[in-house]
């Protein structure tokens, strides 16, 4: 239910934006889901050297922009 509410919101943005995707919106869902997940578990596991939401911060703008022309 997550990943599809968030994967309309994702379509919705794109389409009033006109952000065009080059990927479908659902992937690129499933890659910001994996890429918290992991961030969130590299935070537990070495909460001093990655800060809780550093990774995401860093890496999403980089997604982001990979996906999108």
């Known amino acids: 239910m997550f990943r599809s509410s968030l994967t309309k919101l994702v379509e919705e943005i794109s389409e009033t934006s006109g952000m065009r995707m080059s990927v479908p919106a659902e992937q690129f869902v499933r890659l910001v889901i994996a890429v918290h997940e992991g961030a969130r578990s590299q935070s537990l596991l070495e909460p001093r050297k990655v800060p809780a939401g550093s990774l995401e911060r860093t ?11």
């Open 59 to 69: 890496f999403l703008p980089m997604v982001l922009t990979a996906v999108t022309d």
